[in-house]
């Protein structure tokens, strides 16, 4: 068996983590991995997840399984999160998954099980995991136009240019919030835009949302995802409490399909139960269970909520701070999009040249398409990032 193995091709953020490790130098810089950091390099425990932590310690009985779609009090408040009151509960059916990515391929799963011959549109680019695991499950892939490489937002015109070729039962999947590797959004018009194409297409809206509330805030953040589902009669949705809750480690995530009507909606709840029975039974509780007590608790929710504001508004001083350098240094505006963009990301638009003398040279590791995490600066090494895009002649 295991003599007709092949070998998988090395991923890209993982080995330039091993790089970055291996680097004996002091001032080096790691802006490659997609995990938040504070100003000391630290990714920390919340202050509401660390007080949620030691009341649970208190109360919990038994570790006994939850449900097949987890623990439903947590369904409910996730999906209040996200959803806000957008969603009668009748239309709205749930599962609890480890993490954004399992929300994801299980979504995927449920594609395939409904419409195998879907296609799946995907932005250009994505987040990497997107197309590997629909090139996984062996479903169709297209791409759609959408990062300007000129003005480093969005190509708005391209992507409707690209999604008017989308058919009846394919599936549009689309960034909630805070776009991933590029950091530039869809403005709350365009997204109008796009659910009219999608409900006149009759294609599925699938919203990937892993950032919620890094971006212009909780609500803000969701207000795009919160239009489709008011707009259209279905949809799929994936979030992650990995960022916003910093549970990364607990993978915690839900799934969730909004239905045209009640029925269904208990048909889709039970393809999405039966779905965690083959993958994993029961899915992870504990960081499910802190999100849970967070939202439902109204001092935790203050406490978290705020702490959450502090890293939101602290990436956007980055932002200003690194666009401003960049501007001082170059005696342009070319790099005014760093502080447009949102979340942890910006494209920066450099070649992989560029990418690699700026690795070389300066010891600053971002990933060759030269996505780069904001999050991983801090208001010292603003300005070596600085110095080092000018002297790479981005």
Same mark, same amino acid.
């Given at each position: 068996?295991?003599?007709?193995?092949?070998?998988?091709?090395?991923?890209?953020?993982?080995?330039?983590? !091993?790089?970055?490790?291996?680097?004996?130098?002091?001032?080096?810089?790691?802006?490659?991995?997609?995990?938040?950091?504070?100003?000391?390099?630290?990714?920390?425990?919340?202050?509401?997840?660390?007080?949620?932590?030691?009341?649970?310690?208190?109360?919990?009985?038994?570790?006994?399984?939850?449900?097949?779609?987890?623990?439903?009090?947590?369904?409910?408040?996730?999906?209040?999160?996200?959803?806000?009151?957008?969603?009668?509960?009748?239309?709205?059916?749930?599962?609890?998954?480890?993490?954004?990515?399992?929300?994801?391929? !299980?979504?995927?799963?449920?594609?395939?099980?409904?419409?195998?011959?879907?296609?799946?549109?995907?932005?250009?680019?994505?987040?990497?995991?997107?197309?590997?695991?629909?090139?996984?499950?062996?479903?169709?892939?297209?791409?759609?136009?959408?990062?300007?490489?000129?003005?480093?937002?969005?190509?708005?015109?391209?992507?409707?240019?690209?999604?008017?070729?989308?058919?009846?039962?394919?599936?549009?999947?689309?960034?909630?919030?805070?776009?991933?590797?590029?950091?530039?959004?869809?403005?709350?018009?365009?997204?109008?835009?796009?659910?009219?194409?999608?409900?006149?297409?009759?294609?599925?809206?699938?919203?990937?949302?892993?950032?919620?509330?890094?971006?212009?805030?909780?609500?803000?953040?969701?207000?795009?995802?919160?239009?489709?589902?008011?707009?259209?009669?279905?949809?799929?949705?994936?979030?992650?409490?990995?960022?916003?809750?910093?549970?990364?480690?607990?993978?915690?995530?839900?799934?969730?399909?909004?239905?045209?009507?009640?029925?269904?909606?208990?048909?889709?709840?039970?393809?999405?139960?039966?779905?965690?029975? !083959?993958?994993?039974?029961?899915?992870?509780?504990?960081?499910?269970?802190?999100?849970?007590?967070?939202?439902?608790?109204?001092?935790?929710?203050?406490?978290?909520?705020?702490?959450?504001?502090?890293?939101?508004?602290?990436?956007?001083?980055?932002?200003?701070?690194?666009?401003?350098?960049?501007?001082?240094?170059?005696?342009?505006?070319?790099?005014?999009?760093?502080? !447009?963009?949102?979340?942890?990301?910006?494209?920066?638009?450099?070649?992989?040249?560029?990418?690699?003398?700026?690795?070389?040279?300066?010891?600053?590791?971002?990933?060759?398409?030269?996505?780069?995490?904001?999050?991983?600066?801090?208001?010292?090494?603003?300005?070596?990032?600085?110095?080092?895009?000018?002297?790479?002649?981005?």
């Amino acid at each position: 068996m295991f003599e007709h193995l092949k070998p998988q091709p090395e991923d890209k953020i993982m080995a330039l983590m !091993q790089q970055y490790r291996a680097d004996p130098r002091e001032n080096k810089i790691d802006l490659g991995v997609g995990v938040y950091k504070d100003a000391t390099g630290n990714t920390p425990v919340m202050r509401a997840v660390k007080e949620a932590e030691k009341q649970l310690w208190e109360i919990e009985t038994t570790k006994a399984y939850t449900g097949l779609a987890g623990d439903p009090a947590f369904g409910r408040a996730l999906s209040g999160l996200v959803l806000g009151d957008t969603v009668p509960d009748d239309r709205l059916a749930y599962a609890a998954q480890p993490g954004g990515t399992g929300a994801i391929h !299980q979504a995927l799963e449920l594609v395939k099980m409904a419409t195998p011959e879907a296609t799946i549109w995907v932005s250009a680019p994505t987040w990497p995991n997107h197309p590997s695991i629909i090139r996984h499950l062996k479903l169709a892939i297209a791409e759609y136009r959408y990062f300007d490489d000129e003005t480093r937002g969005v190509d708005f015109a391209g992507m409707m240019e690209d999604l008017a070729g989308v058919k009846p039962g394919d599936v549009v999947l689309l960034h909630g919030c805070c776009h991933n590797p590029t950091g530039a959004n869809l403005t709350l018009p365009q997204w109008d835009e796009v659910a009219t194409l999608i409900g006149e297409k009759g294609a599925t809206p699938f919203i990937d949302i892993a950032y919620q509330g890094f971006g212009d805030g909780l609500e803000a953040d969701a207000a795009g995802t919160r239009l489709i589902c008011e707009r259209l009669p279905g949809a799929l949705i994936a979030a992650s409490c990995s960022k916003n809750f910093g549970v990364y480690r607990e993978r915690t995530g839900l799934l969730m399909a909004v239905t045209p009507d009640a029925k269904s909606r208990g048909v889709t709840q039970a393809n999405l139960t039966h779905l965690n029975r !083959q993958n994993f039974s029961f899915p992870p509780d504990h960081g499910a269970r802190l999100v849970m007590m967070i939202l439902e608790n109204e001092a935790l929710r203050a406490e978290w909520t705020a702490e959450l504001e502090e890293i939101r508004t602290g990436m956007l001083g980055l932002r200003t701070q690194l666009a401003e350098a960049l501007r001082a240094r170059s005696g342009s505006d070319r790099f005014g999009f760093i502080a !447009q963009h949102r979340g942890m990301f910006s494209r920066l638009g450099a070649t992989p040249e560029q990418v690699e003398h700026i690795r070389e040279k300066h010891g600053i590791y971002m990933i060759g398409d030269s996505r780069m995490n904001i999050a991983g600066l801090n208001s010292k090494t603003v300005d070596l990032l600085a110095d080092a895009i000018i002297d790479a002649g981005v």
